[in-house]
């Protein structure tokens, strides 16, 4: 990797593998670092201000990691996890993207993009998805538009927040909706 791809991709390359069980400590801390109290305010993109409370648990990766249509992709420098990503057939064609997480610490130096394409390939070439959805809260305007810049599209679907389920957050807003992104996959 040269010096300016270093730079671009805030320092050296990642290692990308799929998430096990003996990953699971380290994807829970991963993710709830990247999402959720003071440790998400290091970087861009925490829903601190829209949730409070974990975004996941140890029951809900090891959960994740058993279904034979989903992976965890993990990316790690110097053997810690640093980022990850859920991949779900989609049933459809599709791909389904979900609980995108890099470390605070991390965030703004291009891994988020590295994270984002390897998924993207993985889903195409391994998974034979033609298409990659996510669905993102509304409300995370600067996220969406990241997306957006990348090629994803609003589909004009939207699924409402799971209100009075603490799993997935302790909402500190009444108007919390998600919102599916899409993008076409391969040539």
Known sequence: MSI???ARYGG???VFRSAGDGDVPGVVELVNSAYRGDTSRQGW?????LLGGQRADAAQIAELLARPDTRVVLAERDGRPVACCELADGGDG????????VSPAAQGGGLGRR?????????AEELGSAAMRM???RQRTDLIAWYERRGYRRTGATAPFPYGDERFGLPKRDDLVFEELAKPLGA
């Open 115 to 123: 994270v984002l394409a390897e998924a993207e390939r993985t889903a």
């Open 45 to 49: 993109t925490t829903e601190a201000d």
């Open 12 to 14: 050296d390359a990642p």
């Open 135 to 137: 669905t993102v809260l």
């Open 94 to 101: 599709s791909a389904y993207f979900g609980m995108f997480a």
């Open 4 to 6: 300016g791809e270093r």
